[in-house]
Structures are given as structure tokens and as C-alpha cells.
């Protein structure tokens, strides 16, 4: 079992950044791959980035791609997602999701992920 607890959402202007932060318990974090998905009103869940189990491998929707940085520290139970140049079509509540198994082909979809923060609200103000 995990649980995972997002922070660092805010308010910020557009072409500005913020650091989200998803703390994780369990002994078997640094076994598990690490994604961040994200919801807007009315709108689907959709994948942002994700991260294997070691870090070596790294995937981004194409939209965020150059703008969003994942990271993880398994010594701290801990995965990031550094957000810079951020634009108002980034608003949405932010989900830190957590799996054992799933693939990095199968990073985007939403309902191979086990485990799942409670989200953290991000607003872009143009």
C-alpha cells in the first residue's frame, strides 16, 4: 500500500513557475514508477509526465515538453514536477499516481495506476 500526498499548487501569473512535490509512504516507493496527471473543470483526467523506478526513463505529454521537468528522490520517498514558463491552459488540479507495473508504454493511461493522491490546485492567471 502507498499513500501519497501532493503540495506545492498555487497561484501564479502566466510565464511563471512552481515546484509540485508528492511525498509517498511505503517502503516500496523506489520500486515504483511515478507519474502526474492533471483535471480541469469539466474536463477529463490527462497524463503530464512520468518517471521510472530508477529515473532512467522519463515521459511528457507533448504540450509540457520543454516547460515540465519530473524527478524523484528515493531516499526522501519523494517525486517532483518542476512547472516553468507556465500558461493559463495549465490550470488544473495536479494528481501524484504511483504503480508497481505499469509500463512506459502505457504511462498515459489514466486507469493502469493503482495509487493516487488527493491533488493540489494549480492556477495560472493570464
Known amino acids: 500500500q502507498v499513500q501519497l500526498v501532493e503540495s506545492g499548487g498555487g497561484l501564479v501569473q502566466a510565464g511563471g513557475s512552481l515546484r509540485l512535490s508528492c511525498a509517498a509512504s511505503g517502503r516500496t516507493f523506489s520500486s515504483y514508477a511515478m507519474g502526474w496527471f492533471r483535471q480541469a473543470p469539466g474536463e477529463v483526467r490527462e497524463f503530464v509526465a512520468a518517471i521510472s523506478w530508477s529515473a532512467a526513463n522519463t515521459y511528457y505529454r507533448n504540450s509540457v515538453k520543454g516547460r515540465f521537468t519530473i524527478s524523484r528522490d528515493n531516499a526522501k520517498n519523494t517525486v517532483y514536477l518542476q512547472m516553468n514558463s507556465l500558461k493559463p491552459e495549465d490550470t488544473a488540479v495536479y494528481y501524484c499516481?504511483?504503480?508497481?507495473?505499469?509500463?512506459?508504454?502505457?504511462?498515459?493511461?489514466?486507469?493502469?495506476?493503482?495509487?493516487w493522491g488527493q491533488g493540489t490546485q494549480v492556477t495560472v492567471s493570464s
Open positions: 499516481a504511483a504503480d508497481p507495473d505499469v509500463l512506459y508504454a502505457d504511462y498515459e493511461l489514466v486507469g493502469l495506476w493503482d495509487y
